[in-house]
């Protein structure tokens, strides 16, 4: 499992290069309330079904809001054969307000 820290997650938000996306795996009304910009959300228990549209990034970056649906999501895309990606375990969008990082709505 390649591992992200928040401000590693951060720092790939102020600079997405063109195939690579953030991927928030939370619920649509957890993402409503605020994500980070440009992010892209389809639910963890979902992910599969995008798997298509997935393999289109060069990297993905996954978090949630606390680290666990973001780590289950990289395991099923992962047995999707999906292996371009990183994922924010250590803290997720909770960590990120808590930091004070810019939150869209």
């Not at 790939?12 to 996306?21: F, I, Q, Y």
């Not at 309330?33 to 289109?56: A, R, W, Y």
Request: charged residues 30%.
């Amino acid at each position: 499992m390649n591992l992200l820290s928040l401000d590693e997650l951060y720092e790939k938000s102020k600079n997405l290069k063109e195939g690579e996306v953030i991927l928030d795996v939370r619920g649509p009304s957890e993402f409503a309330e605020g994500h980070i910009e440009g992010s892209l959300n389809i639910p963890h228990d979902s992910v599969v079904e995008h798997v298509d549209k997935l393999k289109e990034y060069k990297n993905i970056y996954i978090h949630c809001k606390m680290g666990g649906r973001a780590k289950m999501a990289y395991s099923m895309l992962e047995e999707s054969g999906i292996n371009n990606m990183e994922v924010c375990v250590e803290a997720g969008f909770q960590g990120w307000i808590e930091k004070g990082y810019p939150v869209h709505k």
